[in-house]
């Protein structure tokens, strides 16, 4: 027998990708050239920060993606924009206590 779909579950939850959306196309492309080869980066996660035009100035968190042809024969490796958050200006930036023991990842600061 089918099971009858239950209406009142709350929908399934969407990735959370902060403020991607608000930023242009082209600025997350130029932040992705910037960035190391895939295969050869040891890190697994790397934030930029941009300044992108009506966006203001926002931080982009790009995750290595693994992928390969039907068969499996080669795996690819590319570089995936996955979060993206407003940030102060670099100048107005404070360290505080809960960035000091988040893990380490890399920060590459991008200016126009």
């Known amino acids: 027998m089918t ?3 239950d209406h009142g579950a709350p929908p399934p939850s969407k990735p959370d990708n902060g403020v991607l959306a608000r930023v242009p196309g082209q600025y997350i492309a130029q932040a992705c050239k910037s960035l190391p080869d895939p295969a050869c980066a040891i890190d697994d996660e790397i934030c930029v920060e ?3 035009a009506r966006a203001g100035r926002v931080r982009l968190t790009f995750r290595k993606q693994r992928y390969s042809r039907p068969r499996g024969n ?3 490796v ?3 924009c996955r979060h993206a958050e407003h940030v102060a200006s670099p100048e107005l930036t404070t360290i505080d206590q809960s960035t000091q023991d988040a893990p380490p990842r890399r920060r590459i600061l991008m200016t126009p």
């Open 50 to 52: 941009i300044d992108a």
């Open 3 to 5: 099971e009858a779909l």
């Open 78 to 80: 590319s570089w995936l």
């Open 74 to 76: 080669i795996a690819y």
